[in-house]
């Protein structure tokens, strides 16, 4: 036969190996989510690649380079902070300086006095709050090429002010010499999401992809000796390998292609972070989809032909029918890991975190022997109640779960760590510094019953159209701020304001720390250094001389933010309203982004990994099926498997998500409690236990069909 | 115990035909067997005799011709009416047991009974009693830890458990030692007239087809009897 002939006999051989072989279909599913998954991983990379290289185009687009020099001035910009709940978003004042000068990119027009210009999220996530009025005329959004990415909160307003103090001149729009403004100051390095992605998703599809590889091994491995004993080369054995996986990774790479080609069509939200992806990065990246998708499809072949060389050794390979003593000592040893977590509270801070940190490595490392144990343990249990009642599946899924607890042990093995890595990841990363914690404490006390405004310009005549558009209950407090740190801060306000704040009304100045929370937050946050001076005063008296103003609302009140907000833009053309603890609050918000990231990869990684042993053990579980095939066909009862099925896999599942959730549970609030840091999210682990429940079921369900299909096949066949 | 070349036959095989895309398996070919009797089908390796033996067992579905079992055509028979038959009339031994190396011998044995709706207690007495007739110990010993001889014999318990009228066997002897395969053939031989079933050999062992009351060699498709 020619070298060409045999190299196609041979890819053909593989194919027809592919489609006949036991467990063939199960192995063809396995290998098309492996090779699915990994192209979802490379696309993935892709689309970091194509969202930033937008993302820095568009920001070098709207960069605003600031005035230096003789250069020309076309247009003046200030940037401040706003928040929309706990979400601050960045507002860009502008004034056009110059007839000529383009808008920035994503506005059609300047916006013109009193207008503004609002983000699709911005309009979105504010709407409860009355944004689309806050800043003036709702002028239109800003289309998507002005954003850094869809999901950014941004505002241009153009307000009504002739004074513009403190503003910057900016000779040009679109430069690389420019401060970064939105979501572009929190922005992760691009290698460091590639990285994170790469060792997550990546490691895990990896996983995945080599136990789809295995899935089915002993038909290959048998296949692979016999070609090797033909005299079959490396080579030849690859191609029959090749054959074989070729339809399922070509089809699981088309498959993988799919989200990134939706995404090219329209901005797709993530899910958890909210992020959403931008339709034309995506699709200015389109060209080098085709060579992501073929590295991922020649890695998933390389794969295949790599791990199915000839080891020479027939030991490795065959099933073994009873799996060896579990070592004692390693379930004392996750007993001293859980004691060591336990003990953290007596231990000095350093300690603590050790023991912690610790104790749960050595408790999730040694699980699978404890929970071999105990697997082991029920297997004998689950046997005899199938002895006691003749029950025929549960006698079988009771013997093989105790001669070979592995396949049950790393199901529940991933189940319980998953639970542990998703919760852990979770209380970690909701963890913030002590400011950001008294921050939270202040919020939950005072909400939105301190809010302090600084105008842009501030006279008596604003202040009254101000007090005019506050809500009813609202008091006013003016602030003079001393010229210089060290000097006292003056804040006046009427008999009836101050004894809101439960303080006695009198000519002198009060004694503030009497009064109720408010008074006291009013009184550290007005002035860092100096003194404060609380007096009884008029408040249009007091608006000549005073630069701020605190509006004083029921304690506790919630929801009037907005509305203050906005009579401050509407009164004074331009106002910063900021609640005492905001600064601290909303500086949290960075590490409560990347939460959510690390939160979606880990949902994702333990996805992947939960998807890689579901496969191992329902393809496991089809090599025990075979041996029961004679005895279903011959007295018809082949649907029992099914029933084996759920007892072997689906039912060890069930226990480990209910096992798994109240150690992860414990785990995280004992770790809130120890740390007296961040929250834990019940939602998140009751979504986890549930998406877990469902894998109970769907690997049963796959184990089962799959069993009850081969056992279909199955008939006598001479040796 | 009457001569059961008087009797009426239990297993008729008519005229049955049955070829594959590539070849022509067996033609016309007519067998009967009797309760008391033992029959033994040689022939080498690729000739269909395990075909036929699926054929019997109604997995495989013959392109013409009859196979009777107890009176009933079983190739008119749905595939409800076969499996019900398979469980009230056939017992199968295959050349490697195919039991549960897991389950211990009365387990494996009981379990066919139970999946044939069997009561549980019925099921493993009956199993303990046949293990001890064919000198099987009994325990919680897995399978797995049995020689191959006693595997063997619980594979034969296995297949008797439901006092199948016939009984049939694959190469039952094919992966056992000499002094073992005397010893399982010996049993095998013996259950025609102690259990006044029909038994269906299959195999290319000369010394164990000596031991049939007739033997038929399938070669070119065709039964060639040696044995009267």
Known sequence: MSRQRLWWHLLRLGLAAGRNSPGGRLRFAALTVAATTMTLVFMSVLTVVATYDGWDKRDLARGAEMARGKRPVVASYKWTRDSVGNVPHQVVHVEPRSSTVAPPPGLPRWPGPGEAFLSPELLRAGAGEGIRDRYGVFAGIIQDDGLANSAERLAYVRPKVDDRRDWFGVTRIGSARSALMGDSRNRVPIGQFIATISITLGGAAMVLLIIAARCGSTVRDRRTRLLTALGGGYRHRALVNLGEALIPSSVGTVLGCVPYFVMTIWNVRLPITGFTTNSADLRSWAWAAPTAAVSAFALALLVVVTIHRDTGSTQGTQPRTFEGAIPRWRSVVGAIGLIAIVVTPYLSKVMSFLAYVGGTALLWGMLPSTAGLVIRRLGTSLANFGVRTGRSDTLIAGRWAHARPGVVVRLVSVVVIGLGVITQAQVWSSRLGESGQNAQRAHQELRDSVLIVVPQSMTPLRVDRFTGLLPKEAELLMVNTPDTPEGTTEIRGSCSTVRKLNLKCSPGPLAQDKGDVRARFLNQYVSYVGKTELREGSVLAAAKTSDRIAVILPLGSDGFSGQVKQAAYQSFGMAFVERPYDSWLLGTDNLATMATWVRLFTVLMMGILLLAVVTSSAGEFLTFTTAVAPLAVLTERRRFVMGIALWNLSAPTVIAVGFGTAVAAWQGTFFIAMTSAGTFSWTLLGTSALVALGLAGVIGLAGGLGAVQATAQWRPAAD | ?228
């Open chain 2, 1 to 228: 115990m009457p001569d059961p070349r008087h009797q009426h036959p239990l297993l008729s095989i008519e005229n049955l035909s049955h070829s594959t895309v590539n070849a022509e398996i067996f033609t016309s070919l007519s067998l009967h067997v009797r309760r008391g009797e033992s029959v033994v089908l040689c022939g080498p390796s690729g000739t269909g005799k395990t075909t036929l033996l699926t054929c019997v067992l109604g997995l495989t579905r013959p392109d013409t011709g009859h196979i009777y079992v107890a009176g009933k055509n079983i190739t008119d028979m749905s595939s409800r009416q076969l499996a019900l038959y398979r469980r009230k009339h056939v017992g199968m031994v295959f050349q490697f047991g195919e039991l549960l190396p897991e389950l211990s011998p009365p387990e494996n044995v009981a379990l066919a009974a139970l999946l044939a709706g069997v009561d549980r207690k019925t099921a493993y007495d009956s199993a303990e009693r046949l293990l001890s007739e064919l000198g099987v110990p009994l325990g919680q010993t897995p399978t797995a830890y049995l020689s191959g001889g006693e595997r063997q014999r619980t594979a034969v318990a296995r297949a008797l458990i439901t006092n199948p009228p016939l009984l049939l066997a694959d190469e039952p002897t094919g992966a056992l030692d000499r002094n073992t395969r005397d010893s399982v053939a010996d049993l095998i031989f013996e259950l025609p007239r102690k259990q006044n079933c029909a038994l269906l050999v299959v195999t290319h062992d000369e010394s164990l087809a000596r031991r049939a009351d007739r033997r038929f060699d399938l070669v070119a498709g065709r039964l060639i009897g040696a044995k009267p």
